[in-house]
Structures are given as structure tokens and as C-alpha cells.
């Protein structure tokens, strides 16, 4: 990649699979879960995008709803990943994606700005450091220690925006920033916004706002169903835009009508539907009161990645019982570490108790779900985890790392080869 060039976008395609089936037995949705069956139809969302961003650039992406213009952030972000194609960086990326991403309504609004800080990879000390500016930009000081579900939307918007800006990134990825906040905030933004174009901070913006692109921007695209429809100048971007909308009805989303089978359903879909099948079906079950409880810190730096947890249950039968676990990567949806307790299953009916203790030092960063399911002799579900008993753990990347690093970061393993010049 060229010195001058910030972010290079090369070919990225992303297809999201849809199922079909609203399957409502808990037998039939639990054979297929672990049968991996089920039916799909696939959405494009993205469909061969490549550009470049150089270092400086104001760079607008615009399109109308559901084009594709989020996910392709997403992917920007590393938050998604494309199936096909890549994504160079060239230097730090700091994005404000989506309220909530990185947040955590429990703790209060210093935690956040730490966790958030430390998610984005800056050590404490440099948390330390920018932590007055956050406070300041946000205008938030009198509320730094309530928690943030007692925030207002507007001032949850403030400090994440606040988060992202100061944080000292080469790039910042914002999407649909000027849509919300009240207006005192978008004349802030407004400042913050023309400072940056004057000063060449590189900048990645969504915006459905012409005016923002013709303002702030010196290059857009406008993407259309998944494509890049134009590549230029604001204003042909912004007028093109204004047109479509003026000219295109119906969906900006391609949607294929193919009929998959045997495809990985997204996780989180697959339990949610389960665990609405298990509610109805609770009483049957002769598992019980399943808990699961983290006893090391939610947030695992690199230098401390040990996972430590306690899982409780109740069996009313003397039937043989064992605990089956998965940790969930929940961005790229897979499974990165399971376990189970096969050997030290127990047969009595009572109250059950166990503690399990891992290292996940290998791994670069994400964010993980803990889901765990009690299983009888023939290895079928008896209870699964619901959402209050699945924690999450966020994986933080290495401090400081070296650019060679940070490119091999997207790996889910830390890279740890040696390379022979011969
Ligand atoms: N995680 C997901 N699972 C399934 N479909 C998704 C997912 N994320 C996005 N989509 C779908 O992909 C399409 C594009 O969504 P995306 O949010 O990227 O569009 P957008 O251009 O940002 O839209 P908007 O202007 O409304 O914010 C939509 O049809 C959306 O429903």
C-alpha cells in the first residue's frame, strides 16, 4: 500500500445469511442446531467495493437505507468481517459506530471511558492522559460517576463521541454522528468537524446529510444495493444522491432468493430462538436454576487474560448430568474455545457445583459469550444458559503495538511465527 494512502478497500463483498425456517419445536431446532440444517436466503449487502482513502481526506460515504454504507464502516473497523476481500489500515483506526458498541449501561461513565479506552487499545496511562478532554468535550463532569443506563441517549451520544475524538487515532470512522444530539452538540460538532479538515485529520464519514458532504468532504462515494454507484467530487456524489431519492423506489438491499442448506446460522439467532423454545418448555426439563457466574474481571488485558467462572445447577432426577460450554466469538460469530465436564459427570439428583479456570492468552482481541448448556447421558440439552447467565468478556488488544502488530491483529490467534529471509 502506497504511504500517502490511509485506508485501502480492496474487492470487499459481505452476504448476510437470513434463515427461513420459524421452526417452534424445541426438538426440531435443537437436532438442526447441531445438525448445522436449516434454510436460508441470502442478503448481499456488500458486492465488490475497492477504494482508497488517503492520508487527509475528509471521505464521505453516502446511500440510501440499507445500502450497506454501516456494514462496510463495520468491516472498516474490524468490527465485521468480509468474506471476501481486504481491508489495509495504515496507522490507528478509532470508530463511533453505533451507541452502545464498546459500552456497557451497568458501569458508570468513568469505567466506560476506561473500557472503551482500553478496547481501543490505549494503555491506562494514556486513558489517564486524555481522560480531562473526554470529561470537557462531553461536558459531562457532574455525571462521570452515575451509571450509564441512567444517561439520556443525547448524553450516552456525547461521551461516546467524545471517546472517539479524543482518543489519539490517525483515522476516525463516524457514522451518522450529525443525526442525533441536540443542537448545541451539532454546532460542536460542526467546530470539531471544520478544525479537522483544516488540520487534514483523515476522516471517514456516513452521513445521509448533503449538506455535511458538500461542507465537510473532499471525496465520497455513493453506494448503491451494495455497489459503489459514484466515486468523486461532493458534489457529484450529493447530487447523484439527491436524485436517487427523488428517482428509485423499493429496497437498496439486494436479497437473493436462493435457498441454502447446511450454512452456520448466526449464533445469537439460533439461541435466542432456542432459549425462547426452552421458556415454554421449562418445566419439563428436570435441570433447573442454572447460573453461571464470572469470578475474574470482564475486561481481560493482555498482560492478564485468565478466565475463571462457577456454573450452578439443580437436577430433580437421578439422572446422569454434564456441562458443556462455548465461548462465542460475537463479532465473527464462532465458536473460538469450548469444554466440557464428560469427565466428572454426575448421576444423583441435588444441587451442583463447579468452578473452571482458562488462559486466553493466545487470542488478539474480541469481544466473547460464555453460553453453557447442562447435558444428560446421550449428550442432548437439558437447560441452556439464558441471556443473564451467559457474561460477556472483552478481549483487549496488546498496548503499543508495532505496525507489523496491528496488521496482523485481525488474526484471531496472536501472530507468533518467525520469518528466515533466505
Ligand atoms: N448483522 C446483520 N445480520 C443480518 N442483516 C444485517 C446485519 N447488519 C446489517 N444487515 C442488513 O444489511 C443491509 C445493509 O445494512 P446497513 O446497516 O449496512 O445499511 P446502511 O446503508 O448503513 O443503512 P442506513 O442508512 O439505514 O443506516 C440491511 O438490509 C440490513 O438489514
Known amino acids: 500500500m502506497k504511504n500517502n494512502v490511509a485506508v485501502k478497500v480492496s474487492n470487499v463483498s459481505k452476504t448476510f445469511h437470513l434463515p427461513t425456517d420459524n421452526s417452534t419445536s424445541l426438538k426440531r431446532t435443537i437436532v438442526n442446531y447441531f445438525k448445522g440444517i436449516k434454510g436460508y436466503r441470502d442478503q448481499k449487502v456488500l458486492r465488490g467495493i475497492s477504494f482508497e482513502v488517503n492520508q487527509g481526506d475528509f471521505f464521505g460515504i453516502v446511500g ?27 496507522g490507528k483506526l478509532v470508530s463511533f459506530i453505533e451507541l452502545g458498541v464498546g459500552f456497557n ?55 461516546a463521541f467524545a471517546v472517539a475524538i479524543q482518543a489519539k487515532s490517525d483515522i476516525l470512522v463516524l457514522d451518522e454522528v450529525l443525526a442525533v444530539g441536540d443542537e448545541a452538540f451539532q454546532r460542536k460538532c460542526n467546530d470539531y468537524f471544520l478544525n479537522a479538515k483544516r488540520d487534514k485529520k483523515t476522516i471517514i464519514l456516513v452521513t445521509h446529510d448533503m449538506d455535511s ?28 444522491y439527491s436524485l436517487d431519492n427523488v428517482t428509485q423506489k423499493g429496497s437498496a438491499t439486494v436479497i437473493e432468493e436462493v435457498v441454502t442448506q ?40 493482555d498482560s492478564d487474560r485468565v478466565v475463571e467462572f462457577e456454573i450452578s445447577y439443580n437436577v430433580l432426577e437421578d439422572i446422569p448430568t454434564y456441562i458443556a460450554f462455548s465461548m462465542v466469538d460475537i463479532d465473527r460469530n464462532v465458536w473460538i474455545y ?25 487470542l488478539n482481541k474480541c469481544k466473547l459469550k460464555l453460553n453453557v448448556a447442562v447435558r444428560n447421558d446421550e449428550d442432548e440439552p437439558m437447560i441452556f444458559s439464558d441471556t443473564e447467565n451467559s457474561p460477556v468478556l472483552i478481549i483487549s ?18 501472530k507468533n511465527g518467525q520469518w528466515t529471509a533466505k
Do not use: W
Open 338 to 362: 469450548n469444554d466440557n465436564s464428560y469427565d466428572f459427570k454426575t448421576s444423583k439428583a441435588g444441587e451442583k457445583l463447579f468452578r473452571y479456570t482458562c488462559h486466553l492468552s493466545e
Open 213 to 240: 458532504v458538500r461542507k465537510y468532504c473532499n471525496r465520497a462515494i455513493l453506494i448503491d444495493k451494495g455497489e459503489i454507484k459514484v466515486i468523486g467530487s461532493p458534489d457529484e456524489v450529493a447530487n447523484q
Open 64 to 90: 440510501r437505507n440499507g445500502s450497506g454504507k454501516s456494514t462496510l464502516l463495520k468491516i472498516i473497523s474490524q468490527i465485521y468481517f468480509p468474506e471476501r476481500g481486504t481491508v489495509e489500515v495504515n
Open 262 to 301: 447446511n450454512t452456520p446460522e448466526p449464533i445469537e439467532e439460533v439461541e435466542e430462538r432456542i432459549n425462547n423454545v426452552q421458556n415454554q418448555k421449562e418445566n419439563l426439563s428436570p435441570v433447573r436454576d442454572l447460573k453461571v457466574r464470572l469470578l475474574s474481571k470482564k475486561l481481560l488485558e
Open 397 to 414: 488488544p496488546k498496548a503499543n503495538m508495532t505496525k507489523s502488530e496491528r496488521i496482523a491483529s485481525s488474526g484471531v490467534i496472536k
Open 105 to 159: 449501561p451497568e458501569l458508570t461513565g468513568k469505567e466506560n471511558v476506561y473500557l472503551n479506552g482500553a478496547m481501543l487499545g490505549f494503555p491506562e496511562k494514556e486513558i489517564d492522559e486524555m481522560y480531562g478532554d473526554i470529561v470537557a468535550f462531553a461536558e459531562l463532569e457532574d455525571f462521570m460517576h452515575q451509571k450509564l443506563k441512567n444517561y439520556s441517549s443525547g448524553m450516552q451520544v456525547r461521551l
